[in-house]
């Protein structure tokens, strides 16, 4: 894997804890990758792991570059290895992630024709044959995504205090304010084991909130900085309340506000903030369909992350919200940003003139638009405003 004093084109990066087996699962596939063993590297930074997991890869697998660490850091200890990467593109990889055999050779077409192409987004699947994404489209996932080296490094690859949670957002917003391009690829593949071992519900709770708190207050302009900070934190409060792990939810929440407060502000430019928030673009696309259908009153489908964006559109094109159907926090008595959240069957007798798609991953939404468009069966329309194209979806619902 890789020559001495050659330089390949491809470094796959990993950080691992305590996951062997799935790691050693991992690099085996690296083997099947559709290039040359001179052609990449495999740089693995091990978190202090205590499985075993350093003895079995010297062993097993020699050639990989191994980087042991005193202490876990998460998936942010990718770092430590990409310092020492020679690809001219780096691949992140989770322990239990891997690209299909054909990907690699076609992410490195990508990025020949689109010079200012900084992040190759991987289309990812899980064992059970469903879809992994991030929850908004332009931002890289961990768990498959190939980068222009030179763009990573001068971006500052992962924020090393976020430990892990909300990570890619930051790297992803500092290289859209580079004016590089974050976009997710349909034949760019890779699988996810989504292996069990360090996901822990109250960390990962904590995790979220303070590190989306953070995200925020360093690198979104005012006055979003607080609108958004206050937004996620109440919907991953609801999150935490259905969860058991509200305790968790505000003692990360409290970290967030506190480090947010004390660090300097560093706001990404307008355009990178539009084109990661899409908030202007979602008054606009909701503008035409209001429009075009005469709407007055909408549901919303979906607490999604990016829900903010299309209540701020409604309250600025003056339309009444009747609720938001969510599958997963609806029917609990639940109040979102002043809107009813509702189980689908409490929505679906709700009155309104148009059921809009409020979720901008593209795996939720494509879920939740053919879920709806059933149920409607040709009636009442349902609007994924970011889909299959805005001018076809106001087609077919008209």
């Not at 570059?65 to 990889?93: H, I, Q, S, T, Y």
């Not at 937004?231 to 058991?244: D, K």
Request: hydrophobic share 45%; charged share 25%.
């Amino acid at each position: 894997m890789g020559l001495p004093g050659h330089a390949p084109l491809v470094s796959f990066l990993i950080a691992t804890f305590n996951r062997r087996d799935v790691l050693l699962r991992t690099l085996g596939e690296l083997n099947h990758c559709a290039l040359q063993p001179d052609e990449f590297e495999i740089l693995l930074v091990d978190n202090a792991s205590t499985d075993g997991t350093a003895e079995a890869v010297l062993r097993e697998f020699p050639g990989v570059n191994l980087f042991p660490l005193a202490r876990n850091r998460g998936p942010c200890a990718k770092n430590v290895g990409l310092r020492d990467a020679r690809g001219e593109f780096v691949v992140f990889l989770d322990d239990d992630s891997f690209p299909s055999a054909d990907t690699i050779p076609r992410m490195v077409e990508h990025f020949d024709s689109d010079p200012r192409l900084g992040a190759a987004v991987f289309t990812i699947t899980l064992p059970d044959g469903s879809r992994e994404c991030s929850a908004y489209p332009d931002v890289c996932i961990g768990c498959g995504t190939g980068f222009r080296r030179d763009a990573l490094i001068a971006a500052g690859g992962l924020p090393d205090d976020f430990f892990m949670a909300a990570e890619e957002y930051d790297l992803s917003l500092r290289l859209l304010n580079a004016g590089w391009r974050v976009r997710t690829f349909d034949d760019l593949h890779a699988t996810h084991l989504k292996t069990p071992g360090s996901r822990f519900p109250a960390r990962i709770t904590r995790l979220d909130a303070r590190n989306n708190v953070l995200l925020a207050m360093k690198h979104f302009p005012d006055p979003w900085r607080m609108r958004y900070s206050v937004a996620w934190l109440e919907r991953y409060r609801l999150m935490a309340r259905a969860n058991g792990t509200s305790t968790a939810l505000w003692a990360g929440a409290l970290q967030g506000l506190a480090r947010g407060m004390t660090q300097e502000h560093r706001p990404i430019n307008p355009d990178a903030f539009e084109q990661f928030s899409k908030i202007e673009e979602t008054r606009m696309r909701l503008a035409n369909a209001a429009r075009a259908l005469n709407l007055r009153r909408v549901l919303f489908l979906d607490v999604g992350k990016n829900f903010i964006a299309y209540h701020e559109a409604a309250r600025a094109l003056g339309l009444e919200i009747a609720g938001v159907a969510d599958a997963r926090l609806g029917g609990r008595g639940f109040r979102y940003r002043g809107v009813s959240v509702l189980a689908d069957d409490q929505a679906w007798a709700a009155s309104f003139d148009a059921a809009i798609v409020s979720n901008l991953s593209p795996v939720h939404a494509k879920m939740r638009l053919a879920q709806w468009q059933r149920r409607s069966a040709g009636g009442i329309p349902v609007i994924d405003l970011f889909g299959i194209g805005e001018d076809r979806q106001l087609a077919l619902a008209a």
